[in-house]
C-alpha cells in the first residue's frame, strides 16, 4: 500500500493516515480483507513514530473500517461492497458533511461549486457501493 502524508500539513498525521486508507478503499485500491502494514512497519516506512500509526489504526478500528487481531495484524473490515453501514453512521456523517458545507459556504464557494466538486470526487471512486449475495 502507498500512502503518501504530508508533514508540512496542519492536518494530524494520524489523521492524514486514516483518510488515506479510507480514501484507498473507497478507490478500490484495498478490498475486504486486505492486509495493512503493521503499525512499526508503517511507521519506518514513513519515518515516523508508531504511536501515530496506532492512533490512527484504532480509529479505523472504532469505525469499524478495519479489524486488528494480534495474530493477523490489520486487516480491512469494510468496503463499498459490504453493504449498508451500521445504525448511526449516516446521522454521524451527515453532521460531519454539515460542517464541510458549511465551511465551504463560509469561504464564499457556491452551491453549484460545492455540487459540481462533490460530485466529481465522488465519480473518482473507484466503484459504486453493492450489496454482497449470501453465501
Known amino acids: 500500500m502507498l500512502l503518501t502524508i504530508d508533514l508540512g500539513s496542519e492536518v494530524p498525521l494520524y489523521q492524514q493516515i486514516r483518510d ?5 478503499i473507497a478507490g478500490g485500491d484495498l478490498a475486504e480483507g486486505s492486509a495493512l502494514p503493521s503499525i512499526r512497519q508503517l511507521a519506518a516506512d514513513l519515518a515516523i513514530n508508531f504511536h501515530t500509526v496506532n492512533k490512527a489504526y484504532d480509529l ?5 473500517i478495519i479489524r486488528i487481531n494480534r495474530k493477523s495484524g490489520a486487516m480491512v473490515r469494510r468496503d463499498p461492497s459490504s453493504g449498508p453501514p451500521q445504525p448511526g453512521y449516516a446521522d454521524d456523517w451527515q453532521a460531519r458533511l454539515r460542517t464541510l458545507l458549511a465551511e465551504a459556504t463560509v469561504q464564499g464557494m457556491t452551491a453549484d ?4 466538486r462533490c460530485g466529481d470526487t465522488l465519480a473518482s471512486f473507484h466503484t459504486e457501493p453493492t450489496t454482497k449475495e449470501p453465501a
Not at 20 to 24: C, G, I, S
Not at 60 to 64: A, D
Not at 113 to 116: D, F, K, S, Y
Open 20 to 24: 488515506r486508507v479510507v480514501e484507498a
Open 60 to 64: 479505523l478500528r472504532q469505525e469499524g
Open 113 to 116: 461549486e460545492v455540487l459540481q
